[in-house]
């Protein structure tokens, strides 16, 4: 045999015996991507929750030589992209980002994989906040996701506009709301279109004039006199120019009235402070205060600072009059599809995450209080505006409807009242049992 034949010879066994030790051997640290779905832009920041994600990407690439691959998806179709792509056998995550809200719809399609032993016998289970772990857990105790934080909503309100006090009840907004049209102020603002609006505001309304939204079996029912008087409500607010008009329009441009310092009141999440920023008081007074290159604020920016100046205050929701005011809690949750083709590593990132100093980085980056109870006792949430936000949580907190198609309910409930405060005309129970029966038609 020639010397370069025997080199040759000499190379390729080299390279199968390699071939044949790496079989045999524990490959998991050469799992180098993880695949992730969220709501967040990373890539182009714009929000406190981007800038929480892109500096999460790097820490785990840092301290755990993991990239994390993030797909932005837009929070209206996040969940339900999820459940479409796990029943289409399409390309999935290896784990996502969910609201619980949505737990009924991933039940029923099986979309989620059962992680009730692995929660219980994690480090961090007993230190979860009962009311998050209960919003990723079903009616049968199954717990299919891992909550990192809650979600609640309040009341911000300008104090110059509102020097009494803010309004507690509807009837007291009628009435608070003709001088301030006379002075050229709206009375409120408040996001009153797409699935949202049901959320922030016209869903607690309705339970706080005592109607209801969903059956037992996940059907809705809002087609009560209590969603009525709620319906002739808003539509009092828009046929008599009490709130502006673009509370009708798609999108966030609802809250430019009261960052304008334009309308007294605003339907605020407690994740509202990220996008309210810059703000202008109606005495003048600018409040720019910019979010941090690095790390996370913990006075929530711009709203902090015009609570802290006694400019802007904090109220709970609207109530029907005798009514109790009424918030929806939503839990924030990381979650594994099925068709996740690394559930060890989609575990192994979720409790990474669980770390009470990450549990604290993400509940302020995302604007909410932290699932983990050492984490909501952590100094970033002493604050006023967060002990604001965790008071009236516990007062009015409620959790989210539970029906089985959670985004085909919000969404065709919200175009029925849009339909029914844009015209006066349109009888408002007519159309709440049209879209009532329709929602319910889909689900046989």
């Known amino acids: 045999m020639s010397l370069r034949k025997f080199r040759v010879s000499f190379v390729v066994l080299l390279l199968a015996v390699l071939i044949l030790s790496l079989s045999g051997i ?32 790097a820490a785990y690439q840092t301290e755990k030589g993991v990239a994390l691959e993030n797909t932005y998806i837009v929070y209206s179709e996040i969940n339900t992209r999820l459940n479409v792509a796990v029943q289409a056998g399409g390309t999935v995550p290896d784990v996502a980002y969910i609201d619980s809200q949505s737990l009924g719809l991933f039940n029923n399609n099986e979309t989620l994989v059962d992680l009730t032993e692995w929660v219980k016998a994690a480090a961090w289970y007993s230190d979860l906040d009962p009311a998050a772990l209960a919003a990723c857990t079903t009616p049968d105790g199954k717990i299919l996701c891992v909550p990192s934080s809650v979600t609640s909503h309040l009341s911000y309100y300008w104090k110059d506009l509102y020097p009494d006090g803010y309004p507690a009840t509807t009837d007291e907004m009628l009435a608070a709301a003709p001088p301030l049209k006379d002075a050229g102020k709206y009375a409120i603002t408040f996001k009153g279109a ?82 309210l920023t810059p703000l202008t008081a109606p005495s003048g007074e600018t409040f720019d205060q910019a979010p941090p290159a690095e ?8 709203v902090g600072a015009a609570g802290d100046a006694g400019e802007l205050g904090f109220a709970p929701a609207l109530s029907a009059p005798g009514g109790k005011p009424t918030s929806l809690v939503i839990a924030t949750a990381w979650a594994i599809p099925y068709g996740s083709g690394n559930e060890e590593g ?19 980056g995302y604007g909410s209080l932290p699932s983990l109870l050492s984490a909501a006792k952590d100094e970033a949430f002493a604050a ?7 008071k009236f949580k516990e007062e009015t907190g409620v959790p989210a409807p539970g029906w089985t ?3 085909q309910a919000i969404d065709l409930l919200s ?22 029966d329709e929602y319910n038609a889909s689900l046989d």
């Open 295 to 302: 790390g996370f604020d913990k006075n929530a920016i711009a």
């Open 346 to 364: 989609a575990k192994a990132f979720i409790d990474w995450q669980m770390q009470t100093p990450k549990n604290i980085e993400f509940a302020v």
């Open 384 to 390: 006023p505006y967060w002990q604001a936000v965790s």
């Open 415 to 436: 175009k029925a009242i849009v339909a029914c405060v844009s015209d006066p005309n349109v009888d408002i129970l007519t159309q709440l049992q049209k879209a009532q």
């Open 26 to 57: 524990d490959k998991s640290w050469a799992q180098e991507k993880l695949t992730i779905w969220t709501k967040f832009n990373a890539d182009n920041p714009q929000v406190a929750s981007d800038r929480w994600l892109q500096q999460a990407i």
């Open 405 to 407: 198609n959670y985004d």
């Open 194 to 275: 797409e699935g949202a609006s049901v959320e922030r505001f016209y869903g607690p309304l309705i339970l706080s004039f005592g109607g209801t939204l969903v059956g037992e079996n996940g059907t809705a029912t809002w087609a009560n006199e209590g969603a009525v008087k709620a319906v002739q409500f808003a539509r009092e607010l828009i046929q008599n120019g009490y709130a502006p008009q673009v509370v009708l329009t798609t999108g966030f441009d609802f809250e430019e009235p009261f960052k304008r310092g334009e309308a007294g009141g605003f339907v605020a999440g407690s994740y509202s402070y990220v996008y």
